[in-house]
């Protein structure tokens, strides 16, 4: 299988709905909520591309783009962007739909870098060399 089979196949989709739980004062999701939803969906879309044990090691940048009000839907997209050694990107978009109405719209936009690790915590290489 080539790379770019690889990121495809590991392409990882989620799709959640806002409830009041989980927004702020201005009946909208908390960033650090969706920062969380966010960083989940690149672990699986790395784990899947690798499937090796990963870490979050950072994100880049993170741009809230649009508000995602209480009971809308939401779908995150985490697909890989580039692999390193030991390293892997994944950028993540957080697209919000109203619940009972046709509309879709990308609110949200972040870069994760995910370090691949083995059992004492040290990076190992993401991709074996035949």
């Known amino acids: 299988m080539t790379i770019e089979e690889k990121i495809q196949a590991s392409e990882t989709r989620v799709f959640k709905t806002v409830f009041p739980n989980n927004t702020n004062h201005y009946d909208t999701l908390f ?3 969706a ?3 966010m960083d989940e969906t690149a672990f699986i879309a790395a784990t899947r591309f690798c499937r090796l044990r ?3 090691v950072s994100t ?3 741009d809230f783009t649009h508000p995602i009000p209480a009971g809308s839907i939401i779908e995150l997209v985490g697909r890989v962007e580039t692999v390193g050694n030991t390293s ?6 957080i697209y919000v739909e109203k619940m009972y109405e046709e509309s879709r719209e990308k609110a949200v936009t972040g870069i994760f870098t995910l370090v691949a690790i083995d059992e004492d915590h040290r990076p190992v290489k993401i991709l074996s060399t035949p």
Do not use: C, E, F, P
């Not at 892997?88 to 978009?93: E, F, G, L, N, Q």
């Open 31 to 33: 960033g650090g909520t």
């Open 35 to 37: 920062l969380s939803m």
């Open 54 to 56: 990963l870490v979050t």
């Open 60 to 62: 880049d940048r993170i």
């Open 88 to 93: 892997i990107k994944v950028r993540v978009d």
